[in-house]
């Protein structure tokens, strides 16, 4: 289980890939045949056969995410990329809705925290078709005044509506406390204040800003051949070009300083339960000690075996729900715990929590525990990963990070050197102290 505001937050790239991907693998081979090409204008293309599955998938991700919103227009990257839809020169936005439903292809735009999105999925015979529609909304989006203005109404509403369900409100509020002043502190949505500022000119000039070729990947895996579709990528692509003179100004790098003491917030609603966020820093994504938080949140709050919910739920009955949630990024990320219980009944919870850190700090896991976890990882993962589309994400996305593409498989060994040892030293490391939100009545 997830937060509900994970999905609301269109966290589709933040989420493609388990915990911390890494890459090289036993009985796992994505990359052997991926071919890269890196144009003269910087942007990459990495191309996958993939014959089995008669679909040919593309993935488009840029570099750039919500927490490059400039100042005071919070909300820019979401509400450009849902403005890419909008229209073109030659295709309104009804146009481009049928004639992609009559090619049997879906294409969606996407935003997240560090990265944005164009993707489209088709059949070889309607590929053709299906791909001159992607490249026209991504070099022809017009912006037209009446659809943006209805898109960011959509917005307003949407990021409004986040804070009727007290599980949203609570990981909003908890973001915010434990964020500070980095963007992070945010939804991909923006503040209300962002929204109502950005105007469709804004929205005109950022698109040029998120797809400067020299910080996207395109990735394609499907059924196609290589030689037959790079002369249609590299065309299609190679005129693109860098620089960006027109406004708004990025917002600059964020430094971020843990916090050194406990932290505590708590809001009255009228609720008949309690819940309660407490959250920890944690290694960003690609982090030496990721490895290790992964296992300890999957032992921690995953499933209803993990030993949140064994120990508070099952066991002494203190809770109705208690979870935990690495949300890993590739800047400051956290481990947050999750808790809706009895407002009675929050004291002890709270008590049973911070049992259960000290409990791997001290004792760390059994090695058959962390095998355990490393083996349903590793299911899970190819599970994930089977569409083609998913696998075009992955690879664009750890080439992106500078990591390269071929770390993707190496996953499947990621967890294998992970010891007690390590596990007892990043509770202690981490497990210092935490950012608290209680929602009461």
């Known amino acids: 289980m997830r937060m509900k505001l994970r999905f609301l937050v269109v966290a589709l790239l933040v989420t493609l890939l388990p915990c911390c991907s890494s890459s090289g693998s036993v009985g796992l081979n994505y990359t052997a045949d991926v071919e890269k ?4 204008n910087g942007l990459t293309l990495l191309l996958k056969e993939n014959p089995a599955f008669d679909i040919i998938a593309v993935g488009l991700l840029s570099g750039v995410g919500s927490v490059h919103d400039p100042e005071g227009l919070e909300g820019l990257t979401y509400l450009t990329q849902r403005n890419l839809l909008s229209g073109t020169a030659d295709r309104t936005a009804q146009d481009i809705v049928i004639e992609l439903e009559s090619l049997g292809a879906q294409l969606q735009t996407a ?34 005044e009446s659809e943006f203005e209805r898109e960011r109404r959509l917005s307003q509403a949407i990021l409004a509506s986040l804070t009727d369900d007290p599980m949203n409100a609570i990981v909003l509020s908890y973001l915010d406390l434990f964020y500070g002043e980095h963007p992070y502190k945010l939804s991909p949505y923006g503040s209300p204040a962002g929204l109502t500022a950005i105007d469709r000119q804004d929205a005109a000039n950022w698109h040029r800003y998120l797809y400067q070729p020299e910080q996207v990947v395109v990735a394609v895996v499907g059924n196609f051949k290589a030689a037959e579709l790079r002369p249609l990528l590299e065309d299609s692509f190679g005129s693109w070009q860098n620089g960006y003179t027109e406004g708004p100004t990025p917002r600059k790098q964020t430094d971020f300083v843990y916090p050194t003491e406990h932290r505590k917030r708590v809001i009255n ?17 690609f982090d030496e000690d990721s490895a290790a938080m992964a296992v300890i949140n999957s032992i921690l709050g995953e499933g209803m075996a993990s030993r949140l919910f064994t120990e508070i739920r099952d066991k002494r009955g203190l ?12 800047g400051p990320s956290n481990l947050l ?21 000290k409990r791997l700090a001290d004792e760390g896991l059994a090695e058959e525990e962390i095998r355990h976890i490393a083996t349903r990882k590793r299911g899970m993962y ?20 500078g990591w390269g593409y071929a770390w993707v498989d190496d996953y499947m060994t990621f967890f294998d050197d ?3 040892a390590d596990i007892k030293e990043a509770a202690h490391k981490y497990f210092q102290y935490y950012t608290e939100v209680l929602i009461i009545p």
């Not at 090409?37 to 003269?40: A, C, I």
């Not at 809770?319 to 590739?330: K, V």
């Open 418 to 420: 992970v010891t007690s």
């Open 382 to 401: 190819l599970i994930q990963n089977e569409t083609n589309l998913n696998q075009a994400l992955m690879l664009a996305m750890t080439e992106l990070t």
């Open 111 to 144: 935003a997240s925290y560090d990265y944005s999105a164009v993707l489209v999925q088709s059949t070889p015979s309607s590929f053709a078709a299906s791909f001159a529609v992607f490249m026209d909304l991504l070099n022809h989006s017009v912006f037209p």
């Open 319 to 330: 809770a109705y729900t208690a979870m935990s949630q690495y949300d890993d990024r590739l």
């Open 269 to 285: 609603l009228p609720t008949e339960a309690a819940f309660l966020i407490m959250g920890y820093p944690a290694p960003a994504s």
């Open 337 to 357: 715990i999750f808790l809706a219980t009895h407002p009675q009944n929050v004291k002890q919870a709270k008590e049973q929590v911070l049992l259960e850190l």
């Open 37 to 40: 090409v890196v144009l003269d």
